[in-house]
């Protein structure tokens, strides 16, 4: 789990990208455009979105356990404490204010 | 006489047929085997291996943590390695981490995309866990699949729901129930339910009969 090289470290605040195209994603729907934080920085991985299709998974791509308010996420959640976490890889994540 | 009765009982029984996609996967068993990529006796192997996993495992292994402070901060430090010291092999799981319940934050686990899940140590996921429902409202709304499952969390306790999109295979570590003091590892392994180590409800607090 080296996590030298990342982009981002635990408690940057973050924003997962807005995109939508087709084939093998891992980032979920409900947490595209929002922001959170990074919770934990697992390491560096082969990159699924391409070994998906056989290919070889390179370069490995830096996995993130990103952190949201349940609350920013969904309408009917509002004024929940809760949180959820995903795993996000590097290139779904930008830095937020 | 005997088969008129069962012959006819007033209505019709359903035909046992395959699904489409049960008959995709025979035809593509066939063909596997027939091409010769893999053998009938890999396929019972596998089927063999799959059976012999199952919650006992977790539950072997939050038992001990429970009894055993450094095997339990081992557990957290480095689960493989921990696993393999109780003679569980969860080398299949490329990174396995253990969520810690505590009195104030509850953790709860389920995979959105698909069904995820630390196979190794919890056996086969239970059907509801691949559902459309559970996937869905375990993010949207913990504390009412909670509630389903018999489990009420007072409002200053905070709930993290744990969606596993990626490498990464999620246990729980519940909380020791209370009342257990002194108990034997393998009686308080008898506590430790597969669904309170998915995080959706607590161990039981006697050992069922």
Partial sequence: MIADGSKFKPGDRVRVKFEDRPGHIR????VRGKSGWIERVYGDFLNPESLAYGRDGLPKKTLYLVAFRQADLFEKSAGSNDKVLVDIYDHWLEAAA | MVNTVTDAHGHEHPKNELSYFAKRIYAIRELLVEKGVITEKDIQCQIEYQEARSPANGAKLVARAW??????????????????EMGIDAAAINEFVVLE??????????????????????????DWYKS????????????????EFGLELADDIEVRVHDSTADIRYIVLPLRPAG???WSEA????????????????PLSTIPD
């Fill in chain 2, 187 to 202: 009686d308080l392994a008898k506590l430790v339910t597969r669904d309170s180590m998915i995080g959706v409800m607590d």
């Fill in chain 2, 180 to 182: 257990t003091e002194g």
């Fill in chain 2, 101 to 126: 319940n505590t009195e104030k934050i509850r953790h709860m686990v389920v995979c959105t995309l698909c069904s995820c899940y630390p196979r190794p140590i919890l056996g086969r996921p239970p």
């Fill in chain 1, 27 to 30: 980032t979920p729907w409900y």
């Fill in chain 2, 132 to 147: 459309f429902n559970y996937r869905q409202r375990s993010v949207v709304d913990p504390r009412g699949v909670m509630r």
């Fill in chain 2, 67 to 84: 009894t055993d402070p450094a095997f339990k901060s081992r557990f957290i430090a480095d689960p493989k390695a921990a696993c393999a």
